[in-house]
């Protein structure tokens, strides 16, 4: 019984304590702003990653029906 109470024990004291200040957080404008192209890069990275898969499946879904 010892054990598990010192294990207890040990998950509230953890629990109750709290963690270091998060640092790299700055609120307000940022330093440096984006520029046009930087931005439709980002953007365009991203539409490419999430959309681009799912457009190629779509556009092979002849030859998935075709397999058996």
Same mark, same amino acid.
């Given at each position: 019984?010892?054990?598990?109470?010192?294990?207890?024990?040990?998950?509230?004291?953890?629990?109750?304590?709290?963690?270091? $200040?998060?640092?790299?957080?700055?609120? &307000? @404008?940022?330093?440096?702003? %984006?520029?046009?192209? #930087?931005?439709?890069?980002?953007?365009? $990275?991203?539409?490419?990653?999430?959309? &681009? @898969?799912?457009?190629?499946? %779509?556009?092979?879904? #002849?030859?998935?029906?075709?397999?058996?």
């Amino acid at each position: 019984m010892p054990l598990l109470g010192r294990f207890a024990r040990s998950l509230l004291r953890s629990a109750a304590r709290p963690g270091p $200040a998060p640092r790299g957080i700055v609120s &307000g @404008p940022p330093q440096h702003p %984006l520029g046009t192209a #930087e931005s439709v890069v980002g953007l365009l $990275a991203m539409f490419v990653t999430c959309l &681009g @898969p799912a457009a190629w499946v %779509l556009s092979h879904l #002849e030859d998935y029906k075709k397999r058996e």
